[in-house]
């Protein structure tokens, strides 16, 4: 398999979809880890539903929420440039999120002078995006993590394995090659940097027969936080339903199910990503324009997706996707130009009043 397979969308920050018949292909050639899949869920899925099933609810609405002033974090991008950094400051926001893509290992020490620029006093997420390469070559997988664990320790003890490790055009195949990236990776951690904490298993959307696959296994591996890239958007409101039952509250309620039924995981959770994507900006919007919406739509469910985060009581944090990014970010930057949403106004202010209640 060619990394030219997975081609970039520069327009939408991901890669190009692939063609199904691709997709057919790669699956078949790993039949088997799907096999594994198919019979890990018929195990556990009824078990983890019913259980959900008869808890839910339970004191949802009558809990006080409080929220630490890391709660509100934010995903931001070495390619969208210093302007990030007043930005960050003018929000308030003390919760970043970087990536660093293992396809971009020369240019290591430009993500750490770009991390260091946001000043000592901001909590940093290190999220290491995959590529063919480093997921088929374990021995360059653990070369290459233990120098971005060495170049990070200063500036990060909380680095996230992987990302929408669900998705095909992200680089894993199967969910085997997932937990065995993610072997090699804590055998590194555990060996040189015991001190730095691993964040996994970085599902994407409402597909949590993958994460059940990466937390009921028989790897000796351990997550010390789980990461859910939680979006809600095709369904419109974090209040609209998915199979019946699931609206985004009841999809916390089953994620959490899941996390504290696992031995392989501490019962704590990050969103570490979501959005919705903003009506006429195609070709950077990451969906179609049947999914998209205006920005006074988007304002509100912003709203209302943190605030259903913050009322659960079982979410650390969430991480909105991203900064800069016209087609569904806070802040659109073509023409050369910045301009901020309605949603950064409103993102500002709840960061304002959680910092002056805390």
Partial sequence: MKPNLFPWDHYSDQPHVLKRSLKKKLRQEHGWDYLKLIAINVIYFPYLFF??????????????????????????????????????????????QIRVFLKDMERIDAYVEFAQGFGSDKNILITIIQDREHIEDSARLAKDIATIFQKFQHLSDEFMIGNAINRIKWGFVSMEE???????????????????KLIGSSVIDFEYHFTIRTLFNR????????????????????YATQMGIFDFKNKIEFLDTIVRSSSKCDNHIYITETNWPLTGTAPYAPTSEKECVDETLYTQYMVEYFNIARQSQKIERVYWHQLIAPGYGLVDHRDGTICKTKAFECLKQLIKETHATC
């Fill in 51 to 96: 259980k959900f099933y008869f808890k839910r609810n339970m004191a949802f609405d009558k809990i006080e929420p409080t929220v630490s002033q890391d709660f509100y974090g934010l995903c931001v991008n070495l390619d969208k440039g210093e302007a990030q950094y007043a930005l960050v400051e003018e929000l308030g926001v003390k919760s970043l």
């Fill in 178 to 196: 997932y937990l065995s990236f993610y072997q090699t990776i804590q055998e590194v951690r555990n060996r040189e940097f015991p001190q730095l």
């Fill in 219 to 238: 790897y000796p591996i351990h997550y010390d936080k789980v990461a859910s890239l939680l979006y809600v958007d095709r369904r419109g409101s974090p």
